[in-house]
């Protein structure tokens, strides 16, 4: 059975979505006059500013997070104070 492909209209010029995992975190970037990338960080302080740096370089403006309990977290406050709609 072939699955049907569901597509949405962007709204966000230029945006991330993260699933947000225990001991990992693994954001997908999209958005005008960007390459789809995805990419995958471990969540200690450390990685969670590469994370963060990374997303800035390429001029992310909003991130949406999915997550289990409590582990969005220390991603939020690795990244709500650097600008981002979080």
């Not at 699955?3 to 958005?31: L, M, N, S």
């Not at 001029?59 to 999915?66: D, F, G, L, N, R």
Request: hydrophobic fraction near 35%; glycine fraction near 6%; charge should be positive.
């Amino acid at each position: 059975m072939e699955r049907e492909q569901v597509h949405f209209e962007q709204v966000i010029a230029r945006g991330c979505g993260i699933d947000v995992h225990k001991k990992t975190v693994v954001p997908t970037i999209k958005g005008s006059g960007l390459k789809k990338e995805t990419r995958e960080f471990s969540t200690f302080t450390s990685s969670l500013t590469e994370l963060k740096e990374w997303l800035l370089f390429n001029k992310i403006i909003h991130v949406a997070m999915e997550s289990t309990g409590v582990y969005w977290k220390p991603v939020y406050k690795v990244l709500e104070p650097s600008g981002l709609t979080v």
